[in-house]
């Protein structure tokens, strides 16, 4: 069964250009949540979609967003990029039903200058 | 606010040695606590998931072990090998949350010399 696929594994961007990430689930899961990872904050949860509705959101700014197609896969957006939006992007899958357990993918390291 | 906290940050054990890594939680109101390994720029591995209801779970040369009323966990690691070399995060999710919303600790950096 293949894994939680993310891509793209690296970017680099400028200050206030936007950008998109994409991320695949295991077959069948159909919770995807995002988190963010820096070596200052650690990990912090970003939003939660399940049927294509988000279910949790964190603590971040209006220019982080996400959404949920039918297949399950997901898409997290950044807008008017900033330095510290640096990081580490981290996407997890999640069963229906299951016992709530993570499974993540890679990551994509996003670079902001 | 659920907060985690994982002590030692960093440990570094020769080859062989059993070790013990520890996790603690602020609000005992968890639905399930999990335990991942992280490689240097990486995703999170999964390696055991306690449910609320289970004092421990086991795979392999690991255990982890949970007692939710005094918010604590801890991972056991038997005859540790190089190859466990790594950052290990405790994850907890808050029974308040409707979905899959998880509090992380800051790891514990495991360096295990051959």
């Known amino acids: 069964k293949a894994g939680v696929t993310q891509t793209p594994r690296y970017l680099i961007k400028t200050r206030g250009q936007q950008v998109t990430l994409s991320c695949s689930p295991i077959?069948?899961?159909?919770?995807v949540s995002w988190y963010q990872q820096t070596p200052g904050q650690g990990l912090q949860f970003l939003f939660e979609y399940f049927s294509e509705t988000q279910r949790n959101k964190g603590n971040f700014p209006g220019r982080f967003s996400g959404r949920q197609f039918s297949n399950s896969r997901s898409e997290m957006n950044v807008s008017t990029l900033e330095l510290g939006d640096s990081a580490l992007y981290l996407c997890a899958s999640s069963p229906l039903g299951g016992a709530g357990e993570l499974f993540f993918g890679e990551g994509s390291r996003l670079t902001v200058l | 606010k659920q907060e985690v906290t994982q002590i030692p940050a960093a440990l570094s054990v020769p080859e062989g040695e059993n070790l013990v890594l520890n996790c603690s939680f602020t609000d005992s109101a968890i639905y399930n606590l999990q335990w991942f390994r992280q490689d240097p720029g990486k995703g999170l591995t999964s390696l055991l998931l306690?449910?609320?209801?289970?004092r421990e779970q086991t795979s392999g040369r690991l255990n982890a072990s949970l007692d939710k009323s005094s918010g604590r966990s801890t991972l056991y690691i038997a005859a540790s090998q190089p190859g466990d070399s790594a950052t290990y995060l405790c994850?907890?999710?808050?029974?308040?949350?409707?979905?899959?919303?998880?509090?992380f600790g800051t790891g514990t950096s495991l360096t295990v010399i051959p």
């Open positions: 306690i449910q609320s209801s289970q």
């Open positions: 077959s069948g899961h159909r919770s």
């Open positions: 994850a907890v999710r808050p029974t308040s949350n409707t979905g899959n919303q998880f509090y």
